[in-house]
């Protein structure tokens, strides 16, 4: 199998799902949109990963590959009809990519947070065997407003009315990262003034807090990835 992977920035790399495509001989192609790298031939791929990222999928003047990426999923999504997955950035890219929208929240969601499936998620093959309601680690001050005309909302939490959605039939995007793990904070929290940002609303101290919660779910957060990583591999299959 062979797995493109679009990457916006150094720490928004596939996280805790590396060694997973490692054991199972995936044969992983990563593309570093935001250093100029371009996009190869999309048609020698199996699968298509789209990570998060800093920017907006708005901000086309600053970051103009935005424009080309959206375009490279639109095809891969409707006419390729190949697997897609896509994490926070990636999930909003979907939704824009395929005639959704997206906005900023009133609220930025940054920790961990409780995901709540809807009737259509705990019928989804990419939620098999994860329960109704788990929590995953969210970091984003952008949401999707509207998903695309063909997509279901799959999960939802207090905060995001969309966590996850299909929107097509091998095409998911999760707002929350799957993909991390204890080191994903650590790295997160010293880009720009995430810490300083994270702890004039939370308080002092409250990116410590926030490691060590995370580091005590790593059971579950790594149980619910190595789920979430398996049915999309079966999905692939299909």
């Not at 490692?22 to 990563?30: F, L, M, N, P, R």
């Not at 997509?151 to 966590?163: D, Q």
Request: charged share 25%; hydrophobic share 40%.
């Amino acid at each position: 199998m062979r797995l493109l992977v679009f990457q916006h920035l150094t720490d928004g790399h596939p996280g805790i799902f590396r060694a997973l495509l490692a054991k199972d001989g995936v044969e992983c192609d990563t593309v570093r949109l935001d250093r100029g790298e371009p996009i190869p031939a999309m048609e020698t791929y199996d699968a298509l990963w789209v990570m998060g990222g800093e920017m907006n999928v708005w901000d086309v003047d600053d970051h103009p590959w935005l424009v080309e990426e959206k375009r490279a999923i639109r095809r891969w999504v409707r006419e390729l009809q190949r697997p897609f997955l896509g994490f926070c950035l990636g999930h909003q890219l979907l939704a824009d990519a395929l005639g959704g929208t997206c906005g900023p929240m009133r609220r930025s969601e940054i920790g961990l947070v409780e995901m709540e499936m809807t009737a259509a998620g705990r019928e989804d093959p990419l939620f098999a065997g994860i329960t109704p309601r788990f929590h995953a680690l969210e970091w984003h001050g952008v949401r999707v407003a509207q998903p695309p005309e063909s997509g279901h909302v799959l999960a939802r939490s207090s905060n995001c009315g969309v966590e996850a959605m299909q929107a097509a039939p091998r095409a998911w995007g999760v707002q929350f990262h799957a993909e991390a793990d204890d080191q994903s904070v650590r790295d997160w929290s010293t880009q720009g003034d995430s810490r300083a940002s994270f702890e004039r609303v939370h308080g002092e101290g409250a990116m410590g807090r926030l490691e060590a919660e995370v580091k005590s779910r790593s059971g579950e957060l790594g149980g619910n990835a190595a789920l979430f990583y398996r049915n999309f591999m079966q999905a692939v299959q299909c």
